[in-house]
Nanobody, 120 residues
Framework: QVQLVESGGGLVQPGGSLRLSCAVS????????MGWYRQAPGKQRELVAT???????NYQESVKGRFTISRDNAKNTAHLQMNSLKPEDTAVYFC??????????????WGQGTQVTVSS
């Protein structure tokens, strides 16, 4: 089985920073794209940022210039550095990983979510 464990959420004032981390463990042949999604109350889950295993990144327009996604392939971890946080960034943030379990099998996995609250 594959597990994703997130950490780093919390309460921060507008303009503050947080760093989310996601560690992937278990039976992995190859770790492909990793990313972060978020879901605010009453809204659909939306993409925040993704990073491929060769380091190519993609960001939601509203977080460009404020958030940075990175990964450590040796440790099977991904991080989301969030700066200049705004109240509208408040949501549950979910880590995502596309994993090859073997040469033929690709599966998607999600973390349990971590709450980020931006409020004064």
């Amino acid at each position: 089985q594959v597990q994703l464990v997130e950490s780093g959420g919390g309460l921060v004032q507008p303009g503050g920073s947080l760093r989310l981390s996601c560690a992937v463990s278990g039976s992995i042949y190859r770790l492909l794209t990793m990313g972060w999604y978020r879901q605010a109350p009453g809204k659909q889950r939306e993409l925040v940022a993704t990073i491929t295993n060769d380091g190519s990144t993609n960001y939601q327009e509203s977080v460009k210039g404020r958030f940075t996604i990175s990964r450590d392939n040796a440790k099977n971890t991904a991080h989301l550095q969030m700066n200049s946080l705004k109240p509208e960034d408040t949501a549950v943030y979910f880590c995502y990983a596309a994993v090859k379990r073997n040469v033929l099998t690709r599966m998607d996995y999600w973390g349990q979510g971590t709450q980020v609250t931006v409020s004064s």
